[in-house]
């Protein structure tokens, strides 16, 4: 691994003006600064900065679409391959993660709530909690890392990373709330009047999204996000038919595969996959087999039934993987009248990504509907600069009030 890196970041032309950063990343990493300090054996300062840039920087290097991104941005891959932009990254990150040293400001004496613990939620805890802020957050499950946990598998995502960084925000002093949910006994009124000076959704997107056909209710029939949060409790049989053509349709066919099942098909929409170029490769490198142009119709208690010229075709399966994308949970918006919705089901916020209640901020995927980790994080640095903004704007105001 580590010859593989160092050969790599040999390769770095250290372009003046670098595509991989102004064009590839949605967070602008300074990818040839970061490889400068590598090959200067300065790899504590490369993890320095990689990390104020991106809190989620070891996750990103190994879930990122990075062919699309950073390393398909890469002049190398003009006439040649890309340089391994990630494996550097990860390198990096990794070698160094408990070796950072972060230094939070001075407690300012102002409390901020963080509802959810996925990749935005964790991103602002950290950003505010290095601002002096004194932050608690309160999580649905028992662990951290919301859908990087619960809907990426082990072998694309360690959730030994994600423990790293519980021990890391402890470190910060960043407060837990596990197994407990905003929107039951507990309301966002309620945090306001124990004095906390503004509050962050960042609960993700968790309802699978239905493809509204007969047959969804079957028992053979499951749903991908379902299928990710545990895949030990199912048991899906020999011959398994997964709906939809993204990355968590091929997570789940990869996991499937990995679970003991010995022929998973996909079934594609169209004439091609959604899901990245490598996620793809790996799914057929693992055996996963895939049809194209196929439109299902219903689900029998046999199997799914597509669409086949003038009629249809019923293709047996044990079991049915649905996997076309998730829709956020409404546990908090039935509860909290104020918070408003947009067009598209999502919870509506304003350029500040300050939501219809005052001093209620969100971003991630409760905002956007399902979209990528670094996206996620991007929108999450600024929404935690307007956070500071507006408390540091409002810290004698009432509690509660705007």
Known sequence: MSVHVIDEANRCLQCPNPRCREMGCPIHTNIPEMIRLFKENK???AAEMLFANNPLSMICSLVC???????????????GEPIHISSIENYISDSCFERLELHPAPPNGMKA????????????AIILALKGYS???FETHDKIGGILRYGIPEFRLPKTILDRYYVKMKSLGIKFRPNFSIGGSTNIQDLFNDGYRSVFIGTGAWRPRKLGIPGETFGNVFYAINYLNNPDVYDLGDRVAIIGAGNAAMDVARTAIRQGSRFVTVYVRRDEVSASKTEYEYAKLDGVQFEFNKSILRIEDDGPVFADGDGEQLIPADSIIIAVSQVPQDRIVSKEKDL????KGN????????????GVFASGDVVTGAKTV??????????????DRYM?????DPVGKA
């Not at 679409?65 to 006439?79: A, D, L, P, T």
């Not at 963080?114 to 935005?120: H, N, T």
């Not at 540091?392 to 004698?396: A, I, K, L, V």
Request: with cysteine; net charge negative; glycine share 8%.
């Open 113 to 124: 709530a963080v509802i959810g613990a996925g990749p935005a939620g964790i991103t602002i």
């Open 65 to 79: 679409n990075h062919e699309n991104q950073c390393e398909g941005s890469c002049v190398r891959g003009i006439k």
């Open 374 to 387: 670094v996206a996620a994080v991007a929108v999450s640095k600024q929404i935690a600069e307007d956070m």
């Open 392 to 396: 540091q704007s409002h810290d004698r």
């Open 43 to 45: 790899m504590l300062e």
């Open 340 to 343: 408003k919705l947009n067009e």
């Open 347 to 358: 919870l509506a916020t304003n350029e500040n990504g300050e939501t219809t209640l005052p």
């Open 135 to 137: 932050i608690t957050v």
